[in-house]
């Protein structure tokens, strides 16, 4: 989906690309302007959902590959195969808190730019969810700010055994003292701030937070979010598929077909760029998006709610 924007020199296109640039009219100067800034816009709009699809992998991934019950016991169809048990569940955890940072600081970056070419104050309406619950120094900023220790070779899942099976957990004590590493300063209030309520409850326990319900909140809170950012970009990707609409209608010859798929194209000196899928309406495939973004939001919020009540009657 990101092939938006096809550049090759002049020389490199096929001859059955050439025979369709020659059928068209190349656009030229603003219309060229407006081109780019369709391609750029609805670029990153199919980024940042194949992004999201990536971070529902990790999630689905992560639950396959440490099948955990309620009291995060792994099962006993767990199997790590050639590689440990500590090795395969790091991993895992490794790979999902990353697809979520990246796709949090995807839309985040990508807001910005909508912003700057819209009258809305598109980020500034965007910023307020995230920004919420980063202040609110809960799980979000955990998790958020956890990637970073992860990504620098820090082990943040704890594997304990217990009468013969094993409980994967966060313990908050051994992530307090990371080695060879300078925690963030938001990650660091986190942290003291749970570990000392937690220790008000139990002074003699270990300080330690659910693997399997932080993770589900996690997700929760992720799709949460896609599920905001969609509705705070629409009104940009509108502005500018409404735009190219009236400038195509100025250019009835400017656009081409090949291989199924319609396109612009322009030149620039010796190159040739192609911008691709014009016929398809970013507007409809947002809100096709944002429905099965809800369905998804409204499965995770169930499941959590799920978890609690079974924490709640324990």
């Known amino acids: 989906m990101a092939d938006l924007v096809h ?29 780019k800034e369709y391609s750029d816009v609805v670029r990153s709009f199919w980024e940042v959902n194949q992004l999201y699809e990536q971070f529902r992998w990790n999630y689905s991934e992560l639950r396959r590959l440490v099948p955990c019950d309620r009291s995060d016991i792994l099962s ?8 440990g048990e500590r090795i395969v569940v790091n991993g895992a955890f490794c790979n999902y808190v990353s697809a979520g940072r990246g796709l949090i600081d ?5 807001m910005r730019e909508y912003d700057k070419g819209s009258k809305d104050e598109l980020y500034k309406d965007y910023w307020k969810l995230p920004s919420s619950w980063y202040d609110g120094g809960g799980l979000y900023v955990f998790m958020y700010e956890i990637r970073n220790p992860v990504q620098h070779g820090q082990t943040v899942v704890s594997l304990v055994k217990e009468k013969g099976s094993t409980r994967v957990r966060f313990d908050l004590d051994q992530i307090a003292d990371m080695r060879e590493y300078s925690t963030s300063a938001k990650l660091r209030a986190f942290l003291d701030t749970t570990i000392s309520k937690i220790k008000e409850c ?6 330690f937070l659910s693997f399997r319900y932080t993770n589900m909140e996690y997700n929760k809170l992720v799709i949460e979010l896609f599920c905001h950012f969609l509705q705070c970009a629409e009104p940009r990707i509108r502005e500018v598929r409404r735009d190219t609409e009236r400038l195509l209608s100025q250019h009835d010859g400017a656009v081409g077909s090949l291989g199924g798929s319609s396109f612009v194209a322009y030149v620039d000196g010796d190159m040739a760029h192609v911008i691709d899928q014009i016929d398809v ?3 409809k495939q947002l809100k096709d998006i944002r429905l099965k973004a809800k369905r998804h939001l409204k499965e995770a919020r169930n499941a959590v ?3 609690r009540r079974f924490y709640a009657f324990r």
């Open 7 to 35: 550049v090759l020199p002049i020389q490199s296109v096929s001859a059955e690309g050439c025979d369709a640039l020659s059928k068209i009219e190349l656009l030229e100067g603003d219309s060229v302007i407006k081109m």
């Open 106 to 110: 995807r839309m985040q970056a990508v």
């Open 202 to 207: 139990d002074p003699s326990g270990s300080p």
């Open 76 to 83: 006993e169809g767990f199997a790590g195969g050639r590689f």
């Open 281 to 283: 309406d970013p507007v």
């Open 305 to 307: 709610a799920a978890e």
